[in-house]
C-alpha cells in the first residue's frame, strides 16, 4: 500500500472536505501488509487480529518472518498447545509447492515444538477466509482518512476494532529479496517432512517437530 495524501474513495468523518492528491506517483512509503486472525475455540470464542507492516517485498520470508514473529509473541498467551491450523490462500509466495516457505515452515516447527497444519483455500475463495474480511473491516474503518506518514498507517490500524478487540500491530523495516527458492537437493529432506492429505494434497499439509536425536 502507498502512504500519502492519496484519496482511497472513502467518506471524510469531519465536518469539512478532505483534501487528497488523485494520483500517488510519489508516496512517502510503500508498506507490505500480513496479518494473523487468532481464532480461539472454546465456550466464548475469541478473534485477536494481528498486523505487522514491512517496507521491503512481500515473499516467502517476510511471510515466514510474520508468522514466526506472530508465534513467538502469542503463544504465551496459549499455553498447551501443540498444533496450529493456518488456513491460507496459494499465492504464489506461499503456495504448497513454494521451496522456500515451506522449507521456513518446517524450521518453524522445529523451532516451536508445534505441529502445523497448513489449509490452502483455492482461487476466488477469499471471502471464505476470515483474515480477508478483517482486512475489508480495516479498508472502511480508515478510507475516509489521510494516511500521510507510516505512522498515521500505524496508528489507524491499531484503532479499528474487530469482534471487540483491538489488533496488534508491528512494524519491520527488514529488506527481503525475491526468488529465493531452494534447490532440489537441498529441498528433498523437506518434502520428506510434508504430510500430504491423500486426496487434497495441494490444498492440505502438515508437518511435524523432528524428534530429539531424529
Known amino acids: 500500500m502507498k502512504v500519502g495524501d492519496f484519496s482511497r474513495g472513502g467518506e471524510g468523518r469531519a465536518g469539512e472536505p478532505v483534501k487528497a492528491l488523485d494520483h500517488d506517483m510519489a508516496p512517502e512509503a510503500v508498506l507490505v501488509p500480513f496479518g494473523v486472525l487468532e481464532v480461539t475455540r472454546g465456550a466464548v470464542p475469541v478473534h485477536q487480529p494481528w498486523f ?32 496450529l491450523h493456518v488456513e491460507l490462500d496459494n499465492g504464489p509466495e506461499i503456495g504448497s509447492s513454494r521451496t522456500q516457505f515451506l522449507g521456513r515452515m518446517v524450521a518453524f516447527v522445529d523451532r516451536h515444538r508445534v505441529t502445523v497444519e497448513l489449509a490452502y483455500l483455492p482461487p476466488y475463495h477469499g471471502k ?70 491423500i486426496t487434497l494434497p495441494k490444498w492440505s499439509l502438515t508437518m511435524r517437530p523432528k524428534e530429539p536425536g531424529g
Open 52 to 83: 505487522l507492516f514491512g517496507h521491503s517485498r512481500q515473499t516467502s520470508d517476510f511471510l515466514a518472518d510474520g508468522l514466526d514473529l506472530w508465534w513467538g509473541e502469542r503463544k504465551a498467551a496459549h499455553p498447551g498447545v501443540t498444533r
Open 128 to 197: 471464505y477466509n476470515p483474515i480477508e474480511r478483517c482486512w475489508g473491516v480495516l479498508e472502511r474503518h480508515w478510507n475516509g482518512a489521510l494516511l500521510s506518514s507510516v505512522a498515521d498507517v500505524l496508528r489507524w490500524a491499531g484503532s479499528m476494532t474487530w469482534r471487540g478487540l483491538r489488533p496488534i500491530i508491528r512494524e519491520t523495516t527488514a529488506v527481503y529479496e525475491r526468488g529465493v527458492r531452494l534447490t532440489k537437493a537441498a529441498f528433498r529432506p523437506i518434502a520428506e517432512r510434508l504430510a500430504r492429505s
